[in-house]
Every structure is written in C-alpha cells, then in structure tokens.
C-alpha cells in the first residue's frame, strides 16, 4: 500500500502508465537499484481482450494477467505503484513534479511517459461493443484465433493492404468498400484476384447474437454473414501529460494516410525535452505488446544511464572543490 508520505519521497524516475512498456521500465530500473514510483491510471488499451499472443512463453495470457504478474516483478524490485490519474507535469531544479486528479504530487529525477493511445473506432452501431472480442485491428495479435472463418474489413485508410493481410488467414474475406477513404482500380483489381469479395452498400449495424457477431446488415436491409469484423482505428496518444511539458504529437503517416497521433522519440525513447522518455504506444503505435515491452527496458536502461552520468558529473565536481 502507498501511504501519502511515500507519495512525496522524491524517487529517481517517475514512470507514468503502468502497463507492460511501464512495468518492464520499472523492472529494469529497480534491477539496477533505483528507486521509482509508477503512477497507473488502471485502464489499459487492451483490457477488452481476453488474450494477448506473440508474446514468447506468454502466449495467450490475458492483458490484465500479464499486468498483474509485471505488478508484482515491479514491486519485488522495490517499485512504488500509486493507483490515480496523472494530470500534469512540470519540471523542477532537481527534476520533474506530476500532479494527480486528487491534487498529491510525486517527485522525480526523470520521467518515463508510457500512457499508450485509444483506439477510435469507426461510428457503426454495435461495433464498440465487441471490440477487442471478435471487433480486432491486428492479425498478429488475434488473427490465428479467427483464421478460415468469415471476416469483415471496414473503416480502414488502409484497407486494400488491410484486406491482403487477413487474406492469409482466411479465404472468406469482404471489403466493405463505402467505408474505406478511397479504393483505386488498382486496389479492386488485387482484391479480385485473391477472391476477396467487396461490397459497395453501406452498413447499418452489426449483429451480434448469443454474445459473438454474425454479420453486418446493410441499409438494404440485406446481411453479410461474418464471424468477425476488422478495423482500422485512429491510433489517439494519450499525451496531454508530455502536452503538459511543451511537447507537441506529431501525425502517423502510412501511404499518404494519417493513422493517427504519436510522441516522436530517440530509438531509446528520449524525447526532445531533457529527462522525459516515453515508451510503447504512445511513441510507436504499431508496436505489439512484446515491442512495447521490449521499449520499456531500453527507456529503463536509458534513464539508468543518464542518471549515472549525471552522478559522476557531480561526484567529479565535488572532488574539484575539495581539491581546491
């Protein structure tokens, strides 16, 4: 338990977001006999998942699961975990203070931003309700468990590429084309010769009975049998914190698309104001949960690093004084 003294003892990183980009930071940190506080809002991207994959020796492990072991290594390692809402950041003569909606303040020497994005799904009745169940974006992530079953892509920038990718799942694949920005005669022509059927007549629902989806019916009133359905979301980082510090999003751009919003950073995460890191998500939108978790050591082993110079620097000085 995080008593309110413990929340203003000054630690060497604030890490901000505590999933698995935030939590394997920690891990890496406390390894490396450092003192961190993780400030966890507690509402994960992936928490309407039931299973996460691609994840070696975890495969198939659910999302809150694989939070709540990473929880219990952080601590282990002498992690503080404080359950709140960071609202802002500000920077200090000895580092970084980070305001939670209660009003408490935590005190750091760094700051590690790992706060991931919301997906923004497409604006189709009974869409939201399934997603991250049989509403998925990634076939890394879930697309074995739905493979040679009826999919459905709709609401993609992307789509032609999008439809290519589930194509190598399953045989029974749709394009909803009125969803998609554009479809070139190039795209259509792909389409058709891999057998994916495409469907020009709006959606005006999805249905979904006995709590899975089996289909889309279109404003005809006609339904397209489905066994699941593909998006393509805009990636939103959840930034306002590194907003906060001055730090500005910048567009995801694929093929001329904007996909979304994200935190531009250095390959370890260090950003254009000094101390602040991000990790996963927020920084590399396309980044799966092993990637995000794989960020999270290289931020934590750069902020380790950084502090470490920062002490030397210091202990050089002190001995210059003596010596003078």
């Given amino acids: 338990m995080t008593t309110d003294t413990d929340r203003h003892t000054p630690v060497d990183a604030i890490i901000v977001g505590g999933g698995v980009a935030g939590l394997s930071a920690a891990v890496a940190l406390g390894r490396s006999r450092r003192s961190v506080a993780i400030v966890d809002a507690g509402d994960p991207r992936n928490a309407p998942a039931a299973h996460s994959h691609n994840y070696l020796t975890r495969d198939g492990e659910s ?41 408490s303040v935590v005190r750091g020497r760094r700051l590690l931003v790992t706060t991931g994005l919301t997906d923004v799904l497409p604006d189709i009745p009974g869409l939201a309700d399934r997603w ?23 609401g993609s920038v992307m789509v032609g590429h999008q439809a ?64 699941a359905v593909v998006v393509g979301p805009n990636f939103t980082s959840r930034a306002d914190i590194l907003v906060s510090l001055g730090l500005a999003t910048t567009d995801l751009v694929m093929n001329d698309h904007v996909l979304g919003t994200y935190i531009e950073s250095d390959p370890v995460g260090a950003t254009s104001v000094p101390g602040v890191w991000v990790a996963g998500n927020v920084s590399a939108p396309m980044d799966t949960v092993i990637a995000a978790s794989a960020a999270g050591v290289k931020a934590g082993a750069a902020i380790n690093g950084d502090l470490i110079e920062e002490e030397v620097r210091s202990a050089v000085q002190r001995e210059k004084s003596t010596a003078s």
Avoid: K
């Fill in 63 to 103: 999302p809150l699961e694989l939070v709540r072991l990473g929880r219990l290594e952080a601590r282990h390692y002498g992690a503080r975990i404080i359950d709140g809402v960071a609202d802002s950041a500000i920077r200090t003569e000895s580092g970084f203070e980070v305001t939670l909606a209660d009003g």
């Fill in 164 to 227: 290519q990718m589930w194509r190598q799942l399953s045989e029974r694949v749709t394009v909803f084309a009125h969803t998609a920005t554009e479809l070139a005669a190039e795209d259509v022509e792909r389409l058709t010769a891999r057998g994916i059927d495409i469907v020009d007549e709006e959606i005006a629902r999805i249905d979904v009975e006995n709590d899975a989806i089996v289909g889309a019916t279109l404003v005809s009133g006609r339904q397209v049998r489905l066994d």
């Fill in 132 to 154: 991250g169940r049989d509403v998925l974006h990634c076939p890394y992530c879930h697309g074995w468990e739905v493979r040679d079953r009826a999919i459905g892509i709709i």
